[in-house]
């Protein structure tokens, strides 16, 4: 089966960087998605990564080491919009398209 | 943005009715999915279609059921609605089975009193 483990929530300041991580533990492995979700909204893709490393897409970037089963999501520069639900999810290995999601981290950007 | 509708957007119903929510998309994608988020429980997957008249259940499937005629048409029905079913409902769809971002509907917010 499949476990996804997120902090359920965490507080940053404007301006400054945030990490939020994400530990999965899946019966195989076919990448890991972060989603963005603002309150009263649908969620949003934001990465996808299958190998290990880094990918930077402007302000945000996100981190995958596979042996660790570990992923986590790295905003720079925050701004009050960054706030937000942060979602990560995995694909359940043959199981088609389906993905199987974290609980969420709910990041609040304080002034 | 993708093309994928959800109808109604808001709903309040009684126990024990019927109840069917509408997704559709015109991006001819051949996955669809069906959400319910809660909280404390995140988003977790009823169904999920993999082409027309092609379904199977997700991880909190009792008491839903899912029909897709066409592809892009996915409907979500509660033969008959109880309480716990009070929740957001998110359509899902994705164009590939490995690489699958999927792309999500507005969301249904459902009351059932």
């Known amino acids: 089966g499949q476990n996804i483990d997120q902090p359920t929530e965490m507080t940053a300041t404007e301006g400054a960087i945030v990490q939020i991580n994400c530990t999965y533990q899946t019966s195989g492995f076919n990448g890991l998605f972060w989603y963005q979700q603002h309150a009263g909204e649908a969620p949003t893709f934001l990465s996808y990564?299958?190998?290990?490393g880094l990918e930077e897409k402007g302000r945000f970037s996100s981190f995958l080491s596979r042996s660790k089963g570990y992923s986590y999501l790295l905003l720079k520069e925050l701004q009050m919009k960054d706030s937000a639900s942060y979602l990560c999810?995995?694909?359940?290995?043959?199981?088609?398209?389906?993905?199987?999601f974290g609980q969420g981290t709910e990041l609040s950007v304080k002034p | 943005d993708a093309g994928i509708t959800q109808s109604p957007r808001h709903k309040v119903t009684e126990t024990g009715t019927p109840v069917t929510l509408r997704c559709h998309q015109t991006e001819n994608h051949r996955y669809m999915y069906w959400y319910r988020q809660d909280p404390g429980h995140g988003l977790r997957l009823i169904h999920y279609s993999y082409g027309v008249k092609d379904t199977d259940k997700g991880e909190v499937s009792d008491g839903y059921s899912v029909s897709r005629s066409k592809t892009e048409d996915f409907l979500l029905t509660l033969e008959s609605a109880t309480s716990s079913q009070t929740s957001v409902y998110f359509c899902?769809?994705?164009?590939?089975?490995?690489?699958?971002?999927?792309?999500f509907g507005p969301g249904t917010r459902l009351t059932v009193l």
């Open positions: 990564n299958v190998l290990d």
């Open positions: 899902a769809i994705s164009e590939l089975e490995g690489y699958n971002e999927q792309f």
């Open positions: 999810a995995v694909p359940p290995y043959n199981q088609g398209g389906k993905l199987i």
